[in-house]
């Protein structure tokens, strides 16, 4: 398979760490839904050669919550993931995984659970907390940079309700977010289409609860329809153009696309959508 994705997702990680370390130095806010946001609009921009990306995020000046829905796919399935953000704070703790804040985790998994998808929790991380301890807490996975940490992922059972504000070292079950899809070195797993390696990696990462492939949901689809009527429309002068959702009228903005996924948005307390289709 295509190595492109992988190198991407490495890529990506260390941007975080970078955007976020550099906040933490110069003190200024970066939130998780402005990371998100970020890492949408820096994938939706990659096309490889056998991979399509395309993201979608609520109609507005900022997405509400961190929460995002994630689909591998290649022709009518895939596999999907419901991701849940938590940057690390300033002092070296994922401050909003709070004691007794079980909601927010049962509320991960049912949601993810409503739509076949495995609740991974997403994190953010920077290194200025104290010096080298991120990597610290990582040493015995000695295959992975220190900037491959930016963007982790866990899932809910690693975090246990007793848990107050974690640091990383107290996560056993963290993964860089690249692992999902990159396959490991001298191993089978080379020879694997996308969406079953990332089927696999799950297994590994939840224990073997993690769900499997099934046929893609309509908003996949709906995603990609309005995605390639965006790109094929004629925009010569920027400042007089308007959005696909803009030209849209009451009357007929029903069956349009964007207002479908809005509504699943909504329903589903999403901030963003992504979609990674595999031509393999």
């Known amino acids: 398979m295509s190595s492109k994705i992988c ?24 939130s998780e839904e402005t990371v998100t946001e ?14 399509g990306v395309k993201s979608f995020t609520k109609n507005e000046e900022s997405i509400n919550g961190a929460d995002w829905e994630i689909w591998f796919c290649n022709g009518t399935h895939g596999i999907s993931i419901r991701l849940q953000a938590k940057r690390l704070y300033r002092s070296g703790k994922y401050e909003a995984l709070k004691r ?10 049912e949601k993810a659970k409503e739509v076949g998808a495995t609740p991974l929790y997403f994190f953010y ?4 907390f104290s010096p080298s301890l991120l990597w610290t807490c990582f040493q015995n996975k000695t295959s992975y940079h220190k900037s491959d940490w930016g963007c982790a992922v866990a899932p809910p059972c690693a975090i246990k309700s007793r848990t107050h504000q974690p640091s990383p070292c107290e996560i056993k079950a963290m993964f860089p977010w690249h692992y999902l899809v990159c396959p490991s070195k001298n191993s089978n797993e080379k020879s694997l ?42 925009m010569p002068h920027q400042e007089d153009s308007r ?10 903005a029903g069956q349009d696309p964007s207002s479908q996924l809005e509504k699943y948005l909504t329903e589903k307390q999403l ?3 992504l979609v990674i289709r595999s031509q393999e």
């Not at 970020?38 to 991979?51: D, E, M, P, V």
Request: glycine content about 8%; charged content about 30%.
């Open 125 to 128: 991380n920077h290194n200025k």
């Open 100 to 109: 007794g804040n079980s909601n927010q985790r049962k509320n991960l998994k």
């Open 38 to 51: 970020a890492i949408l609009l820096k994938l939706s921009r990659y096309t490889g050669n056998n991979f």
């Open 7 to 30: 190198r991407k997702f490495q890529y990506l990680s260390a941007w975080v760490m970078d955007v976020l370390s550099e906040a933490m130095e110069r003190k200024l806010p970066c």
């Open 193 to 234: 289409g996308l969406v079953d390696l990332v089927a696999k990696k799950l297994k590994e990462i939840c224990g073997g609860r993690a769900d499997q492939k099934k046929e893609t949901p309509e908003w996949v689809g709906q995603l990609e329809q309005l995605s390639d009527s965006d790109s094929k429309q004629d």
């Open 243 to 252: 959005t696909r959702r803009e030209q849209l009228s009451d009357s007929d």
């Open 271 to 273: 901030g963003g959508l």
